[in-house]
């Protein structure tokens, strides 16, 4: 089966971090960017970073301003989303999303972080 | 970055009706436009990609159009099925989403 699976969501304290994952199967991960996007409680869709098939590019949305690494292992087809330095704002469900020229055509169920004291 | 501005916020309509939402692109992004649609507690999937495209699988009653900075995705007639939130996407450089439609039954 085609599918995405988000896990390492939980609860962290300000300040601290966290490594979201995602585990890839059904299809060639190698041939895909893979995206994470975050949706804070009752907001709207927000896209977090993006990594590219053999990891040649990886972008950041502004807002993280170097807190977030994006990290893949296609041998394992599995993306990584390094998150330090939490803040309150960063509360939401965060869902890993394949990307198919130039659209998310698949995501997974997504992972809930909540960072709060 | 790319804003994209996405109106109404929330919708109200009857079953049958048609129902249009509108995507405005701070600057030109080609077709590079893409419409998803997201029920509570789920994920968002897929419906319209490159403006126009219809994904595999979805009811030909949704549809999508525009180039360049405005864009259209209609429901022609309103199904009980349709009650989610509404979202557009450009993908023109670095993705970013409209701010939603929220989609409920009058």
């Known amino acids: 089966e085609v599918q995405l699976v988000e896990s390492g969501g939980g609860l962290v304290k300000p300040g601290g971090s966290l490594t979201l994952s995602c585990a890839a199967s059904?299809?060639?991960?190698?041939?895909?960017?893979m995206n994470w996007v975050r949706q804070a409680p009752g907001k709207g869709l927000e896209w977090v970073s993006s990594?590219?098939?053999?990891?040649?590019?990886?972008y950041y949305a502004d807002s993280l301003k170097g807190r977030f690494t994006l990290s893949r292992d296609n041998a394992n087809n599995s993306l990584y989303l390094q998150m330090n330095s939490l803040r309150a704002e960063d509360t939401a469900v965060y869902y890993c999303?394949?990307?198919?020229?130039?659209?998310?055509?698949?995501w997974g169920q997504g992972t809930l972080v909540t960072v709060s004291s | 970055d790319i804003q994209m501005t996405q109106s109404p916020s929330s919708l109200s309509a009857s079953v049958g009706d048609r129902v249009t939402i509108t995507c405005q692109a701070s600057?030109?992004?080609?077709?590079?436009l893409n419409w998803y649609q997201q029920k509570p507690g789920r994920a968002p999937n897929l419906l319209i990609s490159?403006?126009?495209s219809l994904e595999t699988g979805v009811p030909s009653r949704f549809s999508g159009s525009g180039y360049g900075t405005d864009f259209t995705f209609t429901i022609s007639s309103l199904q009980p099925d349709d009650i989610a939130t509404y979202f557009c996407?450009?993908?023109?450089?670095?993705?970013?989403f409209g701010q939603g439609t929220r989609l409920e039954i009058k």
């Open positions: 059904g299809f060639t991960f190698s041939n895909y960017t």
């Open positions: 490159d403006a126009s």
């Open positions: 600057q030109d992004i080609r077709n590079y």
């Open positions: 990594i590219s098939g053999r990891s040649t590019f990886i």
């Open positions: 996407q450009q993908y023109d450089n670095l993705p970013s």
């Open positions: 999303a394949r990307d198919f020229d130039s659209h998310f055509d698949l």
